[in-house]
């Protein structure tokens, strides 16, 4: 799918017989950073449907895999053209510092572009330099007009 001037690291596209790999990094992903998470099995279903569903793109690099970008489209309100989430992006420890997240966010713009998107967003921890780094070389900004954009959530039990 893509190539990265950074070692010429090819990134593909998962497909539903991916969900076990997409799912064990996932939930590597959120074990690294104390966050609860699904076991595998339970998450490699989940992946699956978002996968077969057609409004979810994951994009995997590595042999491992060794890393993933998760993306979401939806049709956004004030344009004809989708609307991409960045849900997730993960390279596992002992890869990282290497290009691949440069090659997973390169295929990710890439792919947005393809499908039709005309802006993407995504969130981070204000303690997560490394993610900030990256995204902020790709474009991505946390201002806008000089105020600072805010994400919120709330869980709905």
Known sequence: MNTSGNGNLAVRRADSG???AVARLLYDFNREFDQPTPVASVLAKR????????DTTV??????????????????????????????LYVIPPRRRRGLGRALMEAAIADARQRG?????LATSDDDA?????????????EADG???YFYERELP
């Open 59 to 88: 994009l995997l690099v590595g042999s491992g895999p060794d890393g993933l970008v998760m993306l979401r489209y939806r049709p956004a309100i004030w344009t004809e053209a989708l609307e991409c989430w960045l849900a997730e």
């Open 47 to 54: 992946v699956r449907r978002l996968i077969e569903a057609g």
């Open 18 to 20: 991916d969900a076990h």
């Open 147 to 149: 105020s600072v954009n």
């Open 130 to 142: 490394a993610a900030r780094a990256l995204y902020e070389k790709f474009g991505f900004t946390n």
């Open 117 to 121: 998107a005309d802006r993407m967003e």
